[in-house]
């Protein structure tokens, strides 16, 4: 069974950094686009970044575009979500997904549990 | 940046009643349109992708219509288990962006 596992969310104050990771596991990692999805509290979805299977292609919503980083290390089979500058409307539960398209825009598959991150001074 | 638009953003119904929500996107999506479904506190499930397609395993009273602009997500007789809250997404371009939900309860 598909298992992605979310990590490093926390309680960080505005300005600050943070690093999500997202282990796979049950599945060829490399052959799939990856996907980060946040969710605020009491709020909708919102698409933030993807990354296509090699990691070449890097995609990132307008909110976040130049403040935080989408990767992978297909070896370890994990993907990230390196966050800098974070202010209050980044709190969220993130959440990282699989795409089994190569292009990493398709559909949403298989879904991690979400890690939450809170940005309070 | 397409624009999705839901509607109802909630809506109250019976057991066994048919549920429909709709979709809006505010430019031609072809059928790169799916729906997910999300319990209180759980990460949200894929249930139908390219505006009609079935997951595997999604129970078969869940189905989705539509192309181009409109869609339409239906549950045929609705279920207690089938309280959630319902998106649409887009994936024609990036930036991909999802409705803004449908909370479906029971009356």
């Known amino acids: 069974e598909v298992h992605l596992v979310e990590s490093g969310g926390g309680l960080v104050k505005p300005g600050e950094s943070l690093r999500l990771s997202c282990s796979a596991s049950?599945?060829?990692?490399?052959?799939?686009?990856m996907t980060w999805v946040r969710q605020a509290p009491g709020k909708g979805l919102e698409w933030i970044a993807s990354?296509?299977?090699?990691?070449?292609?890097?995609y990132y919503a307008d909110s976040v575009q130049g403040r935080f980083t989408i990767s992978r290390d297909n070896i370890k089979k994990s993907l990230f979500l390196q966050m800098n500058t974070l202010r209050v409307e980044d709190t969220a539960v993130y959440y990282c997904?699989?795409?089994?398209?190569?292009?990493?825009?398709?559909?949403?598959?298989?879904w991690g549990q979400g890690t939450l991150v809170i940005v309070s001074s | 940046d397409i624009q999705m638009t839901q509607s109802p953003s909630s809506l109250s119904a019976s057991i066994g009643d048919r549920v429909t929500i709709t979709c809006q996107a505010s430019?031609?999506?072809?059928?790169?349109l799916n729906w997910y479904q999300q319990k209180s506190g759980k990460a949200p499930k894929l249930l139908i992708f390219?505006?009609?397609h079935l997951d595997p395993g999604v129970p078969s009273r869940f189905s989705g219509s539509g192309s181009g602009t409109h869609f339409t997500f239906t549950i045929n007789s609705l279920q207690p288990e089938d309280i959630a809250t319902y998106y649409c997404?887009?994936?024609?371009?990036?930036?991909?962006?999802f409705g803004g939900g449908t909370k479906v309860e029971i009356k």
């Open positions: 997904a699989r795409d089994p398209c190569r292009s990493a825009k398709c559909y949403l598959n298989s």
């Open positions: 049950a599945f060829i990692f490399s052959d799939f686009g």
């Open positions: 990354i296509v299977p090699s990691g070449t292609d890097k």
């Open positions: 430019q031609d999506i072809n059928i790169y």
């Open positions: 390219d505006a009609s």
């Open positions: 997404q887009h994936y024609n371009h990036f930036p991909l962006s």
